[in-house]
């Protein structure tokens, strides 16, 4: 096998991986004013079209999508659709404080995921998903405040570990992102941030009460780390075959 042969079959190969899912929920703010305008629309930094972004203002079953239990500060969701439209059986529980709104606005589904977020109230809020379809996620965690279109952010945590080192610069809202979707790392400043390689059925996502910051949640998503198919590891395995053999 030629170096350029090798190539082309490994290219090949890579167009055979798994597509990665995810699966968003939105914390809203409002029951009237922050559904979904369409339901095409890419939103959020993973771009789930706006039709499969669970949301928390669905106390009526509107678009597909799961059904509130409890109150928009401190709920439940069962069987949350992922980013292909698909029904999984992945729930989602949270509890805070209460549900507040920055300045973002209404006037777009971006908006109307940015504007409504889960408040800290000092304590910080909880979120816990169960029964996670993937073996390997990131965990984008997005920010919401009304402490102006910039704050200093309190530290989100991932199962109990702080995702950051520090207190961190943050956007309160679009308007102080620009628009868009900026993931903070503790030096550039953002409007999500990533707990990356994560593993396990369950996963909590929590604010924490350790500076005068404050962290306010505005969605969660959960985003499939895809995995090499079965079609990739036999030519791995067949590739290796073939190195063997020409020693
Ligand atoms: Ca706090
Ligand atoms: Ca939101």
Do not use: C, K
Request: charged fraction near 10%.
């Amino acid at each position: 096998m030629t170096a350029s042969v090798l190539t082309l079959a490994l290219l090949s190969a890579t167009a055979l991986a798994v597509q990665a899912a995810s699966i968003g929920v939105n914390f809203s703010e409002n029951d009237g004013n922050q559904s979904w305008l369409t339901s095409t629309t890419p939103v959020g930094p993973t771009a789930i079209q706006s039709g499969f972004f669970n949301t928390t203002n669905n106390p009526t079953g509107a678009a597909g999508l799961p059904v509130r239990t409890g109150s928009l500060a401190a709920g439940s969701l069962l069987g949350l659709v992922d980013s292909t439209g698909a029904v999984t059986s992945t729930s989602v529980a949270w509890s805070s404080p209460n549900a507040w709104y920055n300045a973002s606005g209404t006037g777009s589904d971006e908006a109307r995921l940015s504007v409504g977020y889960l408040d800290d109230g000092g304590a910080g809020a909880s979120i816990t998903f169960s029964s996670i379809p993937f073996a390997l996620y990131d965990v984008y965690i997005l920010l919401g405040s009304d402490a102006g279109d910039t704050h200093t952010s309190e530290i989100p945590r991932v199962n109990g570990a702080n995702v950051l080192a520090a207190d961190f610069p943050a956007f309160g809202n679009l308007i102080g992102s620009g628009g868009g979707w900026i993931e903070a790392d503790g030096t550039n400043r953002g409007n999500y941030v990533v707990a990356r390689g994560i593993s396990g059925a369950s996963v909590n996502i929590s604010g924490q009460n350790s500076t005068s910051n404050r962290i306010g949640i505005s969605g969660i998503v959960i985003n499939q780390v895809p995995e090499p198919s079965a079609a990739l590891l036999g030519l791995g395995a067949l590739v290796g075959l073939i190195v063997r053999r020409r020693r």
